[in-house]
């Protein structure tokens, strides 16, 4: 830990859990949906097979069953929490809040709560935003989860999208530090004039109406979204390392969005990272916005392949367009 700068108070992650429903649709399910193949699926996104809800569930469920076990981890107290961000664009319901769910059933009965939508990209603007009442000193712990039922807004018709999404939450508990790790930097970014390239048109002020129609499912200029992508990850995590001082030679360990793992691929290759310094959950869980590099984050932390002192980044992108990165001494 030599190499870190104690320059004062940070949020550092303390603990991290996530959860994935049980039921599991594979490439073969699909194949006897839509014309499609194991092979295409692979080949193309890196996706073998991803999870679904069940139907009794809700992304709070998901949600508060990642957060208690992230809070487990991090030995908090519901009492302990000041603030509860939920990452989602799959609300429970439009009101209230999914965070209000999660607040009543954690008993988290000192923390204020609100949803954050930034698709992809919520989990880092979570935890940006987090942070930074950690930083000023207002509050000592914060938990942000990101869950995502994405299986509910999906056209079962469309091959071009149905086969990248999937369901699940991953949690992070941010508490106070000031021996020189946790949170050096974040970069975030939106680009509203992409809003039309992954969009589910129908709303609440505008398009409402039959839920069952096509107002109500993912839409995506895929090609357009993939160049984006590459771009937008490499640009993102580079301005997150030198804002913090550091260069990409300094990364132990990088968590990038699972969209597509040509993507990660892309991404790894331009930074120079190697395959190991990485990790991949497409190929179990898909897509799962936001939540994707929550999991991720969670499952290097249980297998180990990062540890207290290393330099970890996680970058994402995703629908808005929203950008973000952050980095951080774990
Ligand atoms: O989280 C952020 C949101 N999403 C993303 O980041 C996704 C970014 N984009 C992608 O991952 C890729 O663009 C896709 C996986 C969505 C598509 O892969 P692609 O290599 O860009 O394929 P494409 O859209 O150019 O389509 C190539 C062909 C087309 O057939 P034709 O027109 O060449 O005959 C598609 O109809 O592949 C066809 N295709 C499929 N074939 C079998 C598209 N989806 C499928 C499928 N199975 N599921």
């Known amino acids: ?18 959860y994935v429903p049980e039921r599991i649709m594979t490439n073969q399910d699909f194949e006897k949906i839509v014309d499609t193949s194991d092979e295409w699926i692979r080949a193309r996104t890196g996706i073998v097979e991803r999870r679904r809800a069940a139907d009794w569930q809700a992304s709070s469920d998901l949600a508060i069953e990642a957060a208690r076990r992230a809070m487990s981890k991090a030995n908090v107290a519901p009492e302990e929490i000041d603030l509860i961000i939920c990452g989602t664009i799959t609300p429970d319901r439009m009101l ?4 209000s769910y999660i607040q ?42 990101s869950t995502e039922i994405l299986s509910r807004l999906i056209d079962y018709t469309d091959r071009g999208t149905c086969v990248l999404f999937g369901d699940g939450a991953g949690a992070a508990i941010l508490r106070t530090c000031e021996d020189g790790s946790g949170l050096l930097s974040f970069d975030l970014g939106a680009d509203g004039n992409g809003a039309d390239l992954l969009d589910v048109s129908g709303g609440v002020s505008r398009l409402t109406g039959d839920t069952e129609s096509a107002q109500h499912h993912i839409r995506m200029q895929g090609n357009e979204v993939f160049k984006f992508a ?8 580079e301005k997150a390392l030198r804002l913090a001082g550091l260069d990409k030679s300094d990364l132990d360990f990088l968590i990038p969005h699972q969209a597509n793992l040509r993507i990660i691929q892309a991404t790894l290759k331009r930074l120079g990272l190697p395959p190991e310094k990485s990790v991949v959950n497409i190929d179990r869980y898909g897509n799962m916005s936001g939540a994707s590099v929550a999991v991720a984050l969670d499952e290097a932390l249980e297998q180990k392949l990062i540890q207290p002192g290393d330099c970890v980044g996680i970058v994402a992108f995703g629908g808005g367009l929203t950008w973000g990165a952050c980095v951080m001494y774990l």
Not at 6 to 18: K, L, M, Y
Not at 96 to 99: C, E, F, G, L, N
């Open 104 to 145: 009543r059933e954690l008993k988290a009965v000192n923390a204020w709560a609100f949803d954050l939508a930034a698709a992809c990209s919520g989990f880092i603007y979570g935890l940006a935003v987090g942070s930074q009442f950690i930083e000023t000193g207002r509050y000592r712990t914060v938990l942000m989860v």
């Open 230 to 237: 590459v771009r937008a990850m490499e640009d993102s995590i």
């Open 1 to 18: 830990m030599s190499h870190m700068k104690n320059e004062g108070r940070r949020a550092r992650i303390i603990g991290t859990g996530s």
């Open 96 to 99: 209230p809040s999914t965070a």
